[in-house]
């Protein structure tokens, strides 16, 4: 038995009990089935040696019907059990995958797409739900007749006559399998040529103002168009093997009756097999013709569920890179003590290092500046403090404790991040800013507090709905810098101990960042404050300022100091300020890698 017909198993033992509820109501259906059919053969016996008169016409019609109530009931049952499991299974084996995919670290989703992840949610897991529903009825029902026919037959008929018509359908074992494992190859493909059109569709949604922008549209239209084409040759491809069972038990199913009509018919000459029981056996022969069709059915399911099942299977034994150690120690009443002591980090063993000999000592209520041209670090050593990236053992600390040794909720619970991309969700504004899950979400005071600390409330108060106004797909009703504002609010609801700022009013003036950290600065004085930005402005009040070039500090002190030092933060101050009195006197804004010395 193979790995992933293993893992396809495990999943419907899941609900064995609502199988097997939904095999018996399968065996009563398919039983009245077979009832009705030898009942009709009997009926024939009797009225041609006149044995039934009316009184057991009516008799043998009530039986038919009763047999009928019963199926019609049985199939209700049926229907509910195994459907409804593989529903139970879908939404179990769809959670566990949104659920893992939450608990992944964040360098995983560095070199993955999320096209390619959104076509584990829909087409591998709806696979794994068509074998667990369609499929196992395929299966069962199948098995039911085939051997209820099959004794019906022999049993009531005659076994040489039936041996004769099933000897074709010998046959069908070994040509199932053969296109079984083509079919399982074949669908592996489909999936990841799936996964490749659906990152094209969802890069060219997300990227709409870009694409337009640059009348892209033909080229899009075209790339998408070989991909699609890509597809649709790998679905023709497993369509060939799908499509070559239904012609192949025609054939089979079309010798059994052949074989059955002339040595059956040979019998009934003879009068070694009456005609009432013919009829019968045509019957149970023409109720065959269904598990042949299921076997197709069944083996299409299964294959398709099984090389899904190796996919998420790989996707699941991805383990995410950050977790909380045996020895994890809580954190509950964290004071904001930060500390890097020579803090080096690179992303992988063969690329230079990100940050080289970084050291800081941050007491709670102090706050520093980290400034730097592109690439310089910044952004990862703001990653670093919240463990989204794993920092070296020993090199980052909080109140004296060692990152790895904290407990991952009680850390990420100490820091409230505001990060250059604010990302929000298609929800209301309110909902956005209270976000934290220990904030109540009805609690405006608070919410409204956050958002004039923030410096958005105005802009809040401008919209018909105000702070009840449905934003869409990330955020993308609002402006660059309202987006980064309400991100900013949505942190200082939290009310954590630490606070990290990554650049993240990059996208308001400079006149309105002033305006916002001046504010600030009253919630940042109990509070240990990390400030990553690329303009002097943002961080010449700081205690202390880093200047990062190439993962290493060039310069450090306090904004007076380092600029009478004429250095790498003196040269980027005075490029910046020469920016300023352009724009004051009508010029056109340099972009800040421009700036940078």
């Known amino acids: 038995m193979s790995r992933d017909l293993k893992l396809l198993l495990a999943q419907l033992a899941q609900y064995k009990g609502r199988y097997a509820l939904g095999l018996l109501a399968l065996a009563v259906a398919d039983g009245g089935q077979l009832y009705t059919a030898r009942l009709v053969g009997q009926v024939i016996d009797a009225l041609q040696a006149g044995r039934l008169d009316r009184a057991g016409v009516a008799r043998a019609a009530g039986l ?284 992988d063993e063969a690329l230079p290092w990100v940050l080289d000999g970084v050291d800081l000592e941050l007491a709670p209520g102090q706050t520093v500046g980290i400034v730097g041209r592109t690439g310089s670090g910044k952004s990862t050593l703001a990653g670093l403090l919240l463990r989204q990236f794993e920092p070296p053992a020993g090199q980052v600390l909080l109140d004296g404790i060692d990152l790895r040794e904290l407990r991952l909720r009680d850390l990420r619970r100490a820091i409230a991040m505001v990060p250059q991309e604010a990302f929000l969700f298609s929800t209301s504004i309110a909902a956005n800013i209270a976000f934290d899950p220990d904030s109540e979400p009805e609690d405006m005071t608070r919410v409204e507090a956050a958002a004039r600390l923030a410096g958005v409330d105005r802009d809040i108060a401008g919209f018909p709905e105000g702070y009840a106004t449905l934003l869409g797909e990330r955020g993308v009703t609002l402006s660059g810098g309202q987006r980064q504002r309400v991100s900013l609010a949505r942190a200082l609801l939290r009310d954590a101990p630490v606070l990290v700022l990554d650049d993240s009013l990059s996208a308001v003036d400079t006149e309105t960042e002033a305006r916002i950290l001046s504010a600030l600065r009253e919630h940042t004085r109990a509070r240990t404050t990390v400030i990553v930005s690329h303009r002097v402005s943002a961080v010449q009040h700081a205690d202390e300022i880093l200047a990062l070039d190439r993962g290493r500090v060039v310069e450090r002190g306090s904004h007076a100091e380092l600029v009478a030092a004429g250095g790498f933060y003196a040269r980027l101050h005075q490029k910046q300020q020469l920016e300023l009195a352009m724009v004051a006197a009508g010029g056109e804004a340099l972009d800040p890698e421009d700036l940078a010395p």
């Open 64 to 347: 038919i019907l009763a047999a009928g109530a019963a199926v019609a009931l049985a199939r209700f049952g049926w229907r509910h059990m195994i459907f409804g499991s593989g529903r139970l299974i879908e939404r179990r084996l769809r959670q566990r995958l949104h659920d893992h995919l939450l608990a992944l670290s964040p360098r995983f989703y560095l070199d993955r797409k999320v096209g390619e992840l959104m076509a584990y949610a829909t087409n591998d897991v709806q696979a794994v739900q068509l074998a667990a529903a369609s499929g196992m009825m395929s299966a069962l029902d199948a098995g039911i007749v085939f051997i209820g026919a099959l004794a019906m037959m022999g049993l009531t008929v005659d076994w040489g006559l039936t041996l004769a018509a099933m000897a074709p359908l010998l046959l069908l074992t070994p040509l199932t399998l053969w296109l079984g494992r083509r079919l399982h190859a074949a669908y592996g493909e489909v999936q990841a040529g799936f996964a490749t059109l659906s990152d094209q569709v969802q890069e060219n949604m997300a990227g709409i103002r870009v694409v337009k922008g640059f009348a892209q549209e033909p080229v899009q239209a075209a790339r998408f168009a070989r991909a699609n084409e890509d597809y649709r040759a790998l679905y023709a491809r497993m369509l060939r093997y799908d499509r070559a069972f239904d012609p192949m038990i025609g054939l089979l199913t079309g010798l059994s009756f052949a074989i059955g009509l002339a040595y059956g018919g040979t019998l009934v000459v003879e009068g070694r097999v009456s005609l009432g029981s013919y009829v019968a056996f045509n019957t149970f022969l023409a109720m065959l013709s269904w598990p042949m069709l299921a076997i197709g059915f069944m083996t299409n399911h299964f294959q398709r569920a099984t090389a899904s099942l190796g996919r998420l299977q790989a996707l699941f034994d991805t383990q995410p890179e950050i977790v909380d150690t045996p020895e994890a120690r809580a954190l509950p009443e964290p004071e904001g003590r930060l500390s890097l002591r020579g803090l080096r980090f690179r992303y």
